[in-house]
Structure formats: structure tokens, C-alpha cells
């Protein structure tokens, strides 16, 4: 997995040109998987259980277009099966899914001090506050599953 910025109009934005709005950047994650041992699906349904897909442009107390729910898919079969889960997972939310589905069109990593943030800095109030409840809730749905792989 790497930090990154993708779904923009500026080749290669920084951070600070990003968090401007301007950019039509949101902030992502690429990852990269094995469909063999993790289904597409299976990713998507995990992307939908640890962020709110019904806030157009937000998450928690970030707001701007920047922090937009988005799936940037590779593969026409990607985009099928995000559409699919995100159907899939509507029945789960009281609000309608804002999730945007796109085709892919590039990625700009982001700068070093962004990389596994989390896990360097638990202890930055961000993280205390917002991303430790996030992992623990993935941990308790969704860990002990892929493990049995």
C-alpha cells in the first residue's frame, strides 16, 4: 500500500497543492493485491466498512474534495465489482452511497513523512482520535477472516 493522491487535473501536486482543493486530487491509498488470496470483492467490501461512503466530499472533520469517497478502478472487472459491493452495501447505510467509481488515470505517491503515518505517529492526536478507532474496527470485523487464508 502507498499514500498518494490520485483523480486529478496537476501532474505530480504535493500535499500542500492537494489540500488546496484546486487539484481535483483525492487523497488515496493504492493497493496492490493478489486476486488469488484477496478477491476485488472482498477489498471493496473492507474499503466500504472503514470510512463513511454517504458524505459527498468529506470524512469526519476533513472536508473539501480532497477527502471524497472514490474508487479508481484498473479493470473493467474492478469497476464491475465496485459497483456490485457498493450495491451490495447500500441496505448497511441510512444515507445514500456517495462512493464516486472511476477509471484510473494516474497516481502521484505522496511525500515520505505520509507513508504507514499511523504507524509511526500513533500518538499524534489524528491518529489517537480518528484512524485508532478505524483499525481497531477493522481488526474486530474483518482480521481473524483474511487470516484464515
Do not use: W
Amino acid at each position: 500500500m502507498e499514500s498518494g493522491y490520485s483523480g486529478g487535473s496537476v501532474l505530480h501536486p504535493t500535499y500542500e497543492q492537494v489540500c488546496t482543493g484546486r487539484t481535483g486530487h483525492a487523497e488515496v491509498v493504492q493497493v496492490t493485491f493478489a486476486p488469488h488470496t484477496l478477491s476485488c470483492e472482498e477489498l471493496l467490501r473492507v474499503f466500504f466498512s472503514i470510512h463513511d461512503p454517504t458524505t459527498l466530499n468529506r470524512q469526519g472533520a476533513d472536508v473539501g474534495t480532497q477527502y471524497r469517497s472514490a474508487i479508481f478502478y484498473h479493470t473493467p472487472e474492478q469497476m464491475q465489482s465496485a459497483e456490485r459491493v457498493r450495491e451490495e452495501v447500500t441496505s448497511v447505510y441510512d444515507r445514500p452511497i456517495v462512493t464516486e467509481i472511476s477509471p484510473f488515470r494516474d497516481f502521484t505517491r505522496a511525500e515520505d513523512y505520509h507513508q504507514e503515518f499511523f504507524r509511526r505517529n500513533p500518538n499524534q492526536p489524528y491518529c489517537a482520535a480518528v484512524v485508532a478507532p478505524k483499525v481497531a474496527k477493522f481488526r474486530k470485523q474483518h482480521l481473524s477472516k483474511l487470516k484464515t487464508r
